[in-house]
């Protein structure tokens, strides 16, 4: 059965460092997305992706994030100056069309120290 | 954002009974679907509903889509040990337009077995 896959799994980084998540969306769907959960908390919406555009953002998503499709199957997340408070699991997600299910990644454990 | 309020925030019940939980809104939503969380993995989807009233099932697993567009219901019939994680209710809202999920703040279950 079809998944979206992440890598890495856990990254561990530096304050001030960038970083880039990796995703890989089910190979036919459309829409692509990131989300966020604080340890403890529920799930954040980031950012979805369309037609190799932002179709919406969170206030979260702020200018040291970005998001990018480089090829035809990868879906990444950079957070350009990683703060202590970026510290979350952030998953990927995809849906074939708009406003249906969405298949979530198993994640990136994010460590800013 | 939206608020998706779920009860009971955790709940401990014995192997074989039946576990119901609720997620509620004060404001209306075209879309609920039921999450499964288990630690340090990404949510799994159990169920997606599309209109109001819709009952659906999913082997021991129903869900319903609350008639006021407000609320839906998640029920587990004789639960088992592997149903033990966090359960997440999730949703489109016709209010902000977007195709964004908005989550629930989680009911974790626990299995005595």
């Known amino acids: 059965e079809p998944e979206v896959t992440q890598t890495p799994s856990h990254q561990v980084t530096q304050m001030g460092q960038e970083v880039i998540l990796r995703c890989v969306p089910i190979?036919?769907?459309?829409?692509f997305y990131w989300y966020r959960q604080i340890l403890g908390q529920k799930v954040e919406f980031l950012v979805s992706f369309y037609n190799n555009e932002i179709s919406e953002k969170s206030e979260i998503f702020d200018d040291q994030f970005s998001v990018e499709r480089p090829d035809g199957s990868n879906f990444t997340l950079k957070i350009r100056s990683t703060k202590l408070e970026d510290s979350a699991m952030y998953f990927c997600?995809?849906?074939?069309?708009?406003?249906?299910?969405?298949?979530f990644g198993p994640g990136t454990r994010l460590t800013v120290l | 954002g939206q608020q998706l309020n779920q009860s009971p925030q955790s709940m401990f019940i014995q192997e074989g009974e039946d576990v119901s939980m609720n997620c509620t809104s004060s404001s209306i939503f075209n879309t609920w679907l039921w999450y499964k969380q288990d630690p340090g993995e990404g949510p799994v989807l159990l169920i997606a509903l599309y209109k109001a009233g819709e009952l659906t099932s999913n082997g021991r697993l129903t869900a319903q889509f609350g008639i006021t567009r407000k609320d839906s219901f998640l029920n587990i019939s004789a639960s088992i040990p592997s149903d033990v994680g966090i359960y997440f209710c999730?949703?489109?809202?016709?209010?902000?337009?977007?195709?964004?999920?908005?989550f629930g703040t989680g009911t974790r279950l626990t299995v005595i077995p």
């Open positions: 997600a995809s849906s074939l069309i708009a406003y249906n299910e969405q298949f």
């Open positions: 190979s036919n769907h459309l829409y």
């Open positions: 999730a949703g489109h809202s016709p209010k902000t337009g977007a195709n964004n999920l908005f």
